[in-house]
């Protein structure tokens, strides 16, 4: 009967290092760093900083935005284009520490 409660202890005690592990593991869905690609118009700016992006546009008129940390919308709220226009964002360097937003 002995074995049995130790071998049921260990079970127990290693049941839980595994679930506790498993609760300190990144989400396998977190978003990649920069543009979303995936219909959204999205971009993931993983800094801790603001960081101006070019923002290109379907008809070739590129504009710059201000993104803050964590994901953007980028026509969300006071997008002066219509969200089919965008086609790609990046940050290419530059200024940081900007007012987040679009700036023409």
Known sequence: MRTNRTTAT????????VA???ALASPASA???????DGTQD????GDTTVMLTVEHVFG?????CAS??????N??????NTWRTTYAYYAGG?????PGWYR
Request: aromatic content about 12%; charged content about 10%.
């Open 43 to 46: 971009y993931n700016h993983c």
């Open 31 to 37: 978003a990649p760093c920069g543009w979303q690609g």
């Open 76 to 81: 969300a709220g006071d997008s002066p284009y």
């Open 69 to 74: 940390p964590g994901m953007n919308n980028i």
């Open 20 to 22: 506790g592990s498993l």
């Open 95 to 99: 200024a940081t520490g900007c007012f």
């Open 61 to 65: 008129d590129d504009d710059h935005y």
């Open 10 to 17: 260990l079970l127990a005690a290693s049941a839980l290092a």
